[in-house]
């Protein structure tokens, strides 16, 4: 009974003493900031963090100005009379200027700045400026050729200094040439991408570099290897040799493509299908992929847009024709680049001018193919983005 009662009064005592510490620690009396409007944030943020001031604008005109003048006494005291010639050196004396002018207003450190980012802006608008003008002169030449006619009729009956003709079975060719590629190509492609970043079995790292190579893979390399293996065994040029050879070059292509696809899927939808008992090919055919379905199909316009434009493997297998072989399996066969590559070899100017009009037919396909994915693929960032 006693000791029950001291165990009691030692535990209060205890009780007491740990409350007495409490009530002695000093209080923290730092006020506590008030939560702020999330649109006051917003507005405090500037839109433009580095919007030039007027100064700078007046620097880089003068610049400008000291380029072209310093160029034009340069080509005249030279005489020098080629565009790119004076472009070369405007662009230098004004990064120079640039450079100069910023170090003399303000450090430096802030002319050096200065001087990186015009070279930046310097470069984008070169290649923008380039682009566009190598697609406005396609443009230019093709676009008279460019007409009904042209569309639906072949060259079957067209002598070296006929105006008529078109390109009908260029196009026919080029279309089962690219199904025949993409049939072939594309599930290889995409199962080696699951390999790849989904199994990652013992042979990952082989595989991953016999893809970087046959990335760097020359495409005439390709024909040649359809060649020997298709051709001089007695099948003879074809269609499906095209696609064959085309095939071996989109394969690379729709593989690494298809991988960073797959690398953007969210690991927390693979593990839940293996959380809820799944083996990893059902989580793979029925998770990953249709999830990553868009960036597929992207992956896969890349690499039929990689293989339209190749000329010599088609020369080699195909051999090209003037006439319309709905035939892929038996018989020459053309397609867009080899008829581009057959009329600017002639010295008529009419074949030349139809040349420039497949040129621009085959652009214009490209285009379309470019425009296909990015849809796609922006359709596909927004489904996912949304799923998450």
């Known amino acids: 009974m006693l000791e029950r009662l001291f165990a009691e009064h030692r535990l209060q005592l205890e ?12 209080v923290d009396e730092t006020p506590v900031p008030e939560p702020q409007d999330p649109e006051l944030i917003e507005e405090q943020v500037p839109f433009r ?22 160029s034009g006494v340069m080509c005249l005291l030279f005489d020098w009379t080629h565009v790119l010639t004076f472009a070369i050196w405007a662009l230098l004396i004004f990064l120079v200027s640039i450079y100069l002018l910023a170090r003399d207003s303000q450090s430096p450190i802030v002319a050096t700045d200065r001087l990186i980012t015009t070279l930046v802006w310097t470069s984008g608008g070169i290649a923008v400026a380039v682009l566009a003008w190598m697609l406005g002169y396609v443009v230019v030449k093709g676009i008279a050729g460019l007409n009904y006619e042209y569309l639906t009729s072949d060259m079957s ?26 049939v072939l190509s594309i599930p290889i492609a995409i199962l080696t991408a699951v390999y790849l970043h989904e199994i990652r079995g013992r042979l990952a790292g082989i595989v991953r570099f016999v893809i970087d190579a046959m990335s760097g893979l020359p495409s005439i390399v390709a024909g040649l290897f359809i060649y020997t293996v298709w051709v001089l065994q007695g099948r003879g040029p074809s269609g499906l040799a095209a696609g064959l050879a085309l095939a071996i070059l989109m394969i690379p292509t729709v593989t690494r493509t298809a991988e960073e696809m797959l690398k953007t899927i969210d690991d927390g939808l693979r593990e839940s299908a293996l959380a809820l008992g799944a083996p990893q090919w059902r989580s793979v055919m029925q998770v990953v992929l249709p999830t990553a379905r868009s960036g597929l199909i992207t992956a896969s316009i890349l690499g039929v847009a990689r293989a339209v434009g190749e000329t010599a493997p088609v020369l080699l297998t195909a051999f090209g024709s003037s006439s319309i072989n709905w035939s892929p399996f038996n018989g020459p066969q053309a397609d867009l680049p080899l008829y581009i590559y057959q009329l600017l070899r002639q010295p008529n100017p009419a074949q030349i001018a139809r040349a420039w009009s497949g040129a621009l037919v085959l652009v214009l396909l490209v285009l379309i193919l470019f425009v296909l994915a990015r849809v796609i693929g922006e359709r596909g960032a927004r489904v996912r983005g949304g799923s998450r």
């Open 49 to 70: 963090p580095r919007a030039l001031v007027r100064s700078e604008r007046i620097e880089i005109l003068l610049a400008a100005a000291a380029g072209v003048t310093g």
């Open 157 to 182: 009956k067209v002598g070296p200094l006929d105006d008529g003709g078109g390109v009908f079975h260029a196009l026919v060719g080029t279309l089962e040439q690219m199904l025949i590629a993409s």
């Open 15 to 26: 009780v007491d003493v740990h409350m007495s510490l409490l009530d002695e620690r000093p």
